[in-house]
């Protein structure tokens, strides 16, 4: 059992943002551990690959390139990773949440009978005591991430099995250098080894891809509305005060449920983590599925008709009042004054 495992998705040559962030949040917890930080990239072009990941701290990098694993296929990239796994033996292996995360994840938890905990707001290491046996473990992954409908932070440990597994959303974690000079060794995966010919019998024959129109991860000011709005029609004064701001408009999860808002738009544990300089929440209560998507805003406003609402907790400042008077209030004021 020794390293720190990450699986990189890889796109028209490019590393994702997420594999990024858990190269950053890897390396230090193989730091932590004492043991090394691998990466594996599997895909086509692969050809110097290796400048975009060894200054997140990577140690190994596992490359298999090869024609028919570009575009992404579950079957050949889930034998890869089993057999790589059982080979190697790392302690931790961390995936992104993302639509390739949640489709290889499982596989290859399942084949390692490993277990698997998704979607986790944050990984650290830390040491576990069995209450029945009196047995204790140390430096396990602490697997943490909220659970019953976001109404607790469960704390989730794999004691026995190995890799312990966990796949992350993309902006729950930092993306930061380790060290622009570091460098680590390349080990090319001999791909026809740890496959078989029934991986693969599909072939991609045309891919379509539509690009996301809403950028919630780059705005650096962010208006959200949640239940309180009270409709899809009041809906449309987050629209107005994101406009006047220059912003973008988000949602928390009750109101993309209730219809008021698309689901692209939802900010939380089940949608998108924003950092943006300015976060206005109008009409959210500040559940911990939402926060845990907003809650590293360098300043947040709430609005909010209820003083004692969770999100208040997080907001630098609280404005209690209905939001069809504040907001429109807000957009005159703001406009009056940026003449």
Same mark, same amino acid.
């Given at each position: 059992m020794n390293s720190v495992f990450v699986y990189c998705e890889i796109e028209d040559g490019i590393i994702a943002d997420v594999s990024l962030e858990l190269l950053t949040k890897g390396r230090k917890l193989a730091s932590r551990l004492g043991t090394d930080l691998e990466a594996v990239v599997l895909g086509s072009g692969l050809e110097g690959v290796e400048k975009q990941v060894y200054p997140y701290g990577v140690d190994v990098l596992w490359k298999g390139d090869d024609k028919r694993l570009a575009p992404y296929t579950t079957l050949p990239h889930a034998s890869i990773l089993v057999n790589l796994f059982r080979q190697e033996k790392p302690q931790i292996a961390l995936m992104g949440a993302s639509s390739i995360g949640r489709d290889l994840g499982p596989r290859v938890s399942s084949a390692l009978h490993s277990g698997l905990t998704a979607d986790c707001t944050s990984l650290e290491i830390g040491d576990h005591e069995d209450a029945k046996t009196g047995k204790v473990y140390h430096?396990? $992954?602490? %697997? #943490?991430?909220?659970?019953? @409908?976001?109404? #607790?932070?469960?704390?989730?440990?794999?004691?026995?099995?190995?890799?312990?597994?966990?796949?992350?959303?993309? @902006?729950?974690?930092? &993306?930061? #250098?380790?060290?622009?000079?570091? &460098? +680590?060794?390349?080990?090319?995966?001999?791909?026809?080894?740890?496959?078989?010919?029934?991986?693969?019998? *599909?072939?991609? *024959?045309?891919?379509?891809?539509?690009?996301?129109?809403?950028?919630? &991860? +780059?705005?650096?000011?962010?208006?959200?509305?949640?239940? +309180?709005? +009270?409709?899809?029609?009041?809906? %449309? $004064?987050?629209?107005? $005060?994101?406009?006047?701001?220059g912003g973008e408009v988000g949602a928390s999860r009750a109101a993309?449920?209730?219809g008021f808002c698309e689901h692209e738009r939802q900010i939380g544990q089940t949608g998108t983590t924003v950092r943006p300089k300015l976060y206005i929440a109008c009409g959210i209560s500040g559940q911990i599925q939402h926060t845990a998507g907003m809650q590293e805003s360098s300043m947040v406003i709430a609005i909010n008709t209820d003083p004692n609402a969770p999100i208040n907790k997080f907001a630098d400042y609280v404005i209690t009042g209905d939001l069809n008077v504040v907001i429109p209030k807000m957009i005159q004021y703001y406009k009056k004054n940026s003449k």
């Open positions: 430096d396990l $992954l602490y %697997q #943490i991430r909220p659970a019953f @409908g976001g109404n #607790i932070v469960a704390t989730i440990v794999n004691p026995e099995c190995r890799p312990q597994m966990a796949t992350v959303r993309e @902006g729950v974690m930092k &993306k930061e #250098i380790f060290d622009a000079n570091h &460098k +680590g060794t390349v080990k090319n995966i001999d791909v026809d080894a740890f496959t078989s010919p029934e991986d693969f019998v *599909i072939h991609v *024959i045309e891919r379509q891809i539509e690009k996301s129109r809403i950028n919630l &991860k +780059g705005a650096s000011i962010i208006v959200a509305g949640g239940y +309180g709005v +009270g409709s899809k029609e009041n809906f %449309q $004064l987050i629209h107005d $005060l994101a406009d006047v701001l993309v449920d209730a």
